[in-house]
T-cell receptor, first 111, second 115 residues
Framework: DAKTTQPPSMDCAEGRAANLPCNHS???????VYWYRQIHSQGPQYIIH?????ETNEMASLIITEDRKSSTLILPHATLRDTAVYYC????????????WGAGTKLIIKP | KAGVTQTPRYLIKTRGQQVTLSCSPI?????VSWYQQTPGQGLQFLFE???????NKGNFPGRFSGRQFSNSRSEMNVSTLELGDSALYLC??????????????FGPGTRLTVL
């Protein structure tokens, strides 16, 4: 079973920041948080990952709470092309354990 | 750098038949994973191959099998197809599968329809 909980859907206005929450209350100390997204009819795409510090890359920012029980993915200036299903996943680093995918959040960017 | 390629992109089979799907990973990637995606079950892990050996396996019946060749290309086979096998089959490759980043690069998938 997936170890994360996400809202099934969210809306965001184009040009605004999209904030996608994820609950992972049972996360272990050696588990990382990964975010992927899947645009309709395409394979999932890696976005970002983190352990306990906030992370930022060219696509998004990841904010992890101090107790690590939840995180938020931030798309700073959402565009229509960001409409996709976003998956939050936890995984032990340096292991062969595969990613276990939940249902994700369907993010719809509106003009 | 070429991405992950999967062939064929679309396939229609009938119950009882068998099917073979192919995946070519990104050059230099040695880990190939297969996933099944259906509207009801979401993305489910089938198996992972690394250096021609199956390293991980999900909870699927023995009708689902795979292999990896010395050039890291991988095939998966489904025998005695059932209606419930209709799904998008995704292949993902990564360098080793055990790095912290574990960035898996996904192919576009093969859409299998079983009639």
């Amino acid at each position: 079973d997936a170890k994360t909980t996400q809202p099934p859907s969210m809306d965001c206005a184009e040009g605004r920041a999209a904030n996608l929450p994820c609950n992972h209350s049972t996360i272990s100390g050696n588990e990382y948080v990964y975010w992927y997204r899947q645009i309709h009819s395409q394979g999932p795409q890696y976005i970002i990952h983190g352990l306990k510090n906030n992370e930022t890359n060219e696509m998004a920012s990841l904010i992890i709470t101090e107790d690590r029980k939840s995180s938020t993915l931030i798309l700073p200036h959402a565009t229509l092309r960001d409409t996709a299903v976003y998956y939050c996943i936890v995984r032990v680093a340096f292991s062969n354990y595969q990613l276990i995918w939940g249902a994700g959040t369907k993010l719809i960017i509106k003009p | 750098k070429a991405g992950v390629t999967q062939t064929p992109r679309y396939l229609i089979k009938t119950r009882g038949q068998q099917v073979t799907l192919s995946c070519s990973p990104i050059s230099g990637h040695r880990s190939v994973s297969w996933y099944q995606q259906t509207p009801g079950q979401g993305l489910q892990f089938l198996f992972e191959y690394f250096s021609e050996t199956q390293r991980n396996k999900g909870n699927f019946p023995g009708r689902f099998s795979g292999r990896q060749f010395s050039n890291s290309r991988s095939e998966m086979n489904v025998s005695t197809l059932e209606l419930g096998d209709s799904a998008l089959y995704l292949c993902a490759s990564s360098m080793t599968g055990t790095s912290v980043r574990n960035e898996q690069f996904f192919g576009p998938g093969t859409r299998l329809t079983v009639l």
